[in-house]
Nanobody, 130 residues
Framework: EVQVAESGGGLAQAGGSLRLSCVAS????????IGWFRQAPGKEREGVAC????????YYADSVKGRFTISSDYTKNTVYLQMNSLNPEDTAVYYC???????????????????????WGQGTQVTVSS
């Protein structure tokens, strides 16, 4: 059974940094995608970034390009989200999610569509103060 669990949330000041971790395990297929989503109070959940296991291809939402970096260390079954230049608008609960796939994210349209993701973590709170 696939399990994903995120950690690393907390409080940061505007302009600061945080790194989130997602430990994912139990995949049966050879390839999968790990994504990060966030949901701010009163807003819908939105995709932030994702990465394909097989080729390392990545995707970023426009709102985080140049500030956030998704990376992986599969020896530890872990995907990271490095968040730099944080601002109060980044305050949200951040979720790690995953799906098994036969195609890397570069081969599909809308790779961060939430319906693609079958497995979700419980979320970790990120709060950015001004």
């Amino acid at each position: 059974e696939v399990q994903v669990a995120e950690s690393g949330g907390g409080l940061a000041q505007a302009g600061g940094s945080l790194r989130l971790s997602c430990v994912a395990s139990g995949f049966l297929f050879g390839d999968y995608v790990i994504g990060w989503f966030r949901q701010a109070p009163g807003k819908e959940r939105e995709g932030v970034a994702c990465i394909t296991r097989s080729d390392g291809s990545t995707y970023y939402a426009d709102s985080v390009k140049g500030r956030f970096t998704i990376s992986s260390d599969y020896t530890k079954n872990t995907v990271y989200l490095q968040m730099n230049s944080l601002n109060p608008e980044d305050t949200a609960v951040y979720y790690c999610a995953a799906y098994e796939t036969l195609e890397p994210i570069g081969a599909v349209s809308n790779p961060m569509a939430q319906w693609r993701f079958d497995y979700w973590g419980q979320g970790t709170q990120v709060t950015v103060s001004s």
